[in-house]
């Protein structure tokens, strides 16, 4: 872990981008600084006055010595909520490097916290952007990031190895081998040989990387490589020189206040002490290691790593919704110009299936309109037509009366009554048929009217009304329509057969519906013959209810009379 951590930490600090001299400078001297909070600071500043009018390579490198700051300081919320409106702005205005950058950035903020998982999650993302768009610096150093964690499993050497020789072919085919990132590519790779026991390959390594980070005075670089240049001295039983190597780098991290260095530097020096034989100076130096490791996590760090770990969770996921908010109107800007051909094609086809549907549904309207042509036919037929054939009739029997020249004036009568029945009956259904809808009320009171009327012809029988509307209530013209002519039937019925002497009509609504009630007191009849079909007016009154969803319910007793009732 140690290893690990130190090669994640130290290629951090590398921006890998083309800045300017100028941003060079001012990054070397950020970087040298062990103030943080400081440096912060003074960045925040620097970006809020120049931000928008640096490049993006001088930008990213002034933000990235920001994210590398809050990581000292264990500032982890700070961080990973930067790097997050980083990424955001960038997918925004479509700027595929400094998007990448920071996916890296948050890639090296989980290692920070120890969730590798994570950390190669985001290393692998940037890696699918770089490639992409042949962003070469920022898969140099992710390669060498997956490498650093392949190493410390230790049973990924070879991937290990693919991925180092990756990042260097990418650092000479950038142009880069005189940088410190090129020289801890070399560092790693010496460590994966020391790791497989290739030694020679490894000292030989490791000493030219010292030399370079001397050279380039490389403070974190070079103490970093004299520890496990140390481990190579140890393993060919070099003490005396190993415990020389280690103490150098003890030094050079008590100078550096860097995360992780100074304990680090005690535990390799401690270790070779204690190879040497020199038991009591490695307690010693293990005792500073614990002091050191004890004064980092007194402030409780485990608590604000697993209240972080759950802050960058829920921060992913608004992230995640934003992005996907930001690529839909993106894609929307890119490809208007194929949605508008696309919405061409979509209208034309469109039309097609309209039309295609538009006589579908002129054809179910013609069905429709045939449906109720033939239930009006029916109507006509069952009402009109019988009335006409009446009236017929009665105008051949006239016609035969007048060649006889006897009861013609009886005759004309009956004519004159029939005709009067065929108007009315005319008259009723186009008042229904006028209407969308009509009124429980008014249609009590026509059917009323019509009772009124129709008793005209049969003076032995008086009409008794009784009314109880106490709600609104509507009725369509399908159902009024059917509803009267029952209504009808019932009352010609009867005025016909049934010999009482009064006819009562009584009306009524409730919140849930429409009655209405058809009586008489005269002799009723057999409800044996409904069976049978023997009584065909009260048969086509039960299939009109039946069209038309009416209740419909028949009592009737011998000599007691008759009711019909009639409910919606």
């Known amino acids: 872990m140690r290893l690990i951590w130190l090669s994640i930490l130290m290629a951090c600090a590398l921006v890998g981008h ?91 903020t989980y290692y920070s916290i120890r969730d590798k998982a994570k950390a190669q999650e985001y290393w692998r993302k940037t890696i699918t952007i770089a490639e992409v768009n042949d962003h070469t610096l920022l898969l140099e150093q992710c390669y060498h990031n997956l490498a650093a964690v392949a190493i410390d499993s230790g049973i990924h050497l070879a991937e290990a190895e693919q991925y180092l020789l990756k ?3 990418l650092a000479r085919q950038n ?84 995360l992780d260095l100074l304990p680090t530097s005690y535990f390799f020096h401690a270790k070779n002490l204690y190879t040497a034989g020199r038991y009591k100076e490695a307690y010693d130096f293990k005792v500073e290691e614990a002091n050191v490791n004890t004064l980092r996590f007194n402030n409780d760090l485990h608590t604000k790593i697993t209240e972080a770990e759950a802050k960058f969770k829920n921060a992913e996921v608004e992230h995640e919704k934003k992005l996907a908010i930001i690529k839909a109107n993106k894609e929307k800007q890119v490809y208007t110009q194929l949605l508008i051909g696309i919405l061409i094609i979509a209208g034309l086809a469109f039309y097609a299936f309209y039309q ?34 009446l009236l017929s009739n009665h105008i051949e029997t006239l016609d035969t009366n007048y060649k006889r020249q ?7 009568e009956k004519v004159k009554d029939s005709s009067r029945q065929l108007l009315q009956i005319l008259r009723e259904t186009i008042w229904v048929l006028n209407k969308e809808q009509v009124t429980a009320q008014d249609f009590f009171d026509k059917l009323v009217d019509y009772a009124r009327r129709y008793l005209q012809s049969y003076s032995g029988i008086s009409l008794a009304v009784q009314e109880n509307f106490t709600h609104d209530k509507t009725i369509g013209t399908n159902e009024a329509l059917q509803l009267f002519r029952i209504c009808q039937e019932a009352i010609t019925n009867s005025c016909k057969y049934s010999g009482s002497s009064i006819l009562h009509l009584r009306g009524s609504s409730t919140e849930n519906g429409f009655t209405i009630a058809i009586s008489d007191t005269g002799k009723g009849f057999d409800r044996t013959g409904l069976a049978t079909g023997e009584h065909y007016g009260l048969h086509n009154m039960q299939e009109r209810a039946l069209q038309a969803n009416i209740t419909l319910k028949l009592e009737t007793e011998y000599n007691k009379g008759t009711t019909v009732t009639v409910s919606l």
């Not at 006897?406 to 005759?411: F, H, M, S, V, Y």
Request: glycine content about 4%.
């Open 356 to 389: 295609r549907k538009s006589s579908r549904q002129k054809l179910q309207i013609q069905q429709q309109i045939q449906s109720e042509k033939e239930r009006l036919s029916r109507d006509l037929h069952d009402n009109l037509g019988s009335q006409m054939a």
């Open 18 to 108: 083309a800045q300017t001299d100028s941003i060079k400078q001012v990054i070397g001297r950020f970087e040298s600084r062990n103030d943080h909070q400081s440096v912060i600071n003074e960045v925040q500043k620097i970006l809020a006055v120049t931000g928008n009018s640096l490049s993006t390579p001088d930008r990213i490198a002034v933000k990235t010595i920001l994210v590398n700051k809050y990581i000292e300081l264990q500032q982890w919320d700070s961080c990973i909520n930067f790097c997050q409106r980083q990424i955001t702005a960038a997918h925004r205005q479509g700027n595929t490097l400094e998007e990448a950058s920071f996916y890296k950035l948050i890639g090296n």
């Open 406 to 412: 006897n009861q013609i004036e009886a005759g004309m």
């Open 167 to 169: 990042s260097l072919q």
């Open 175 to 258: 142009q880069l081998e005189g940088t410190t990132l090129y020289n801890q590519h070399n560092r790693l790779l010496a460590t994966l040989y020391e790791r497989s026991n290739q030694l020679d390959k490894a000292e030989a390594l490791y000493l030219d990387v010292i030399a370079k980070s001397r050279l380039m005075n490389d403070t974190m670089r070079l103490a970093e490589s004299l520890m496990f240049y140390s481990d190579v001295l140890t393993k060919r039983k070099k003490f005396d020189q190993a415990i020389t190597v280690s103490s150098e780098a003890v030094e050079i991290a008590k100078r550096v206040k860097m």
